[in-house]
């Protein structure tokens, strides 16, 4: 990875997160008009719509199992974003992004072993100054749709990963966005449709066009110039973009509590990535290819076994990662590379933020 494709990915990566941010300040706006589930309605229509006319997806393009898999990831896409919207309007921009990144830092941590998952506390310790339940300030319902969207965002990782490896380029996303726009549709889309104007169809084109769609591309550019471990450091530091957005933008003043949770839980973004980093310990692909070259070379034409290669990558929670590998391997799989052209399997997430 050369120094100016690190940058360039690297930027595009800060420009999702402020588009993610801007995008959810702007729709607080939206919330009055037609509330947090006809917001999220709207938004998710639109790049649903969007989505189809920009990929254009052909039933060849996927499997039985990577089309089952796009239909989970549209509903946890619904749940993130229809949850979430529901704790922003009950609280501030920062405290519910700050629970919200629960769930990616437990998909990291649940994926760690050892002292990385004592970052577990730290962020646990954040959450309780960002909340503070010995004042009864924070209202319940907001902090319990915020914790519901960090479980749908662990989620989404989790499926994006299955779908990465199963469908090219961005198609996977023709298919989950409209799932969702559905799914929102069912939550919220009839009790919302009277109350819709010309204005506000014209405001939600722009929110789906600001959050989810130009996210999601910037990601998927960011993730093939850089590393997971640097893209998910990166994501760490979404809640306090969110809290200096929440600042400017909704003139949300956070006390000095506050601002210690949410740099707790930015610390626990980066220690429990940086701990579970593994792509750079020990070995490198090259190794495992040429390892795994040695059996074609004996005649075997079989993949080596995972916990022979983990052994070149003894980085924690390889084996487990190299098992999944392997395993689409043998399956006629694409060698550990997403056929979208995205980074290697091997070491690491593929993709750490969702909405």
Do not use: K
Not at 59 to 74: C, D, K, Y
Not at 127 to 142: E, F, K, N, R, S
Not at 319 to 345: N, T
């Amino acid at each position: 990875m050369n120094l100016q494709s690190a940058r360039a990915g690297a930027s595009m990566a800060v420009v999702s997160m402020l588009c993610v941010q801007l995008g959810l300040a702007a729709s607080v706006g939206l919330i009055d008009d037609l509330g947090s589930t006809g917001a999220a309605w709207l938004r998710l229509s639109f790049a649903g719509i969007l989505m189809l006319l920009i990929v254009r997806p052909r039933r060849a393009m996927f499997t039985p199992e990577s089309l089952r898999a796009g239909i989970a990831l549209g509903v946890a896409t619904a749940g993130v974003t229809v949850l979430f919207m529901a704790a922003i309007a009950r609280l501030p921009l920062g405290t519910a992004s700050a629970i919200e990144f629960l769930g990616p830092l437990g998909v990291a941590i649940a994926r760690s072993r050892g002292v990385a998952r004592a970052w577990a506390l730290v962020a646990s310790v954040g959450v309780l100054l960002l909340t503070q339940p010995w004042a009864g300030t924070a209202d319940p319902v907001g902090v319990a749709c915020a914790l519901g969207a960090a479980v749908c965002w662990a989620a989404y990782i989790l499926l994006t990963q299955r779908v990465g490896d199963s469908v090219s380029g961005i198609a996977g996303l023709a298919i989950s966005m409209p799932v969702a726009a559905v799914v929102a549709t069912v939550v919220a889309g009839p009790g919302v449709v009277a109350d819709l104007t010309p204005q506000l169809l014209l405001i939600g084109l722009g929110l789906a066009i600001l959050l989810p769609v130009i996210p999601f591309v910037l990601e998927l550019l960011a993730l093939r110039r850089l590393t997971t471990a640097a893209f998910g450091t990166l994501m760490a530091l979404e809640p306090a973009f969110a809290l200096v957005i929440g600042f400017l933008a909704l003139a949300q003043v956070p006390s000095a509590l506050a601002v210690a949770g949410i740099a707790l839980v930015v610390a626990a973004g980066i220690g429990a990535e940086r701990s579970g980093a593994r792509a750079s310990v020990g070995g490198s692909l090259d190794d495992v290819a040429e390892h795994a070259a040695l059996g074609v070379e004996a005649g075997e034409q079989r993949v080596p076994d995972h916990r022979q290669l983990a052994q070149l990558l003894p980085g924690e929670g390889v084996e487990d990662e190299l098992a999944h590998g392997v395993d689409v391997a043998r399956r006629g799989g694409d060698d550990g590379v997403p056929s979208g052209g995205g980074q290697p399997r091997v070491g690491g997430s593929p993709v750490l933020d969702a909405r």
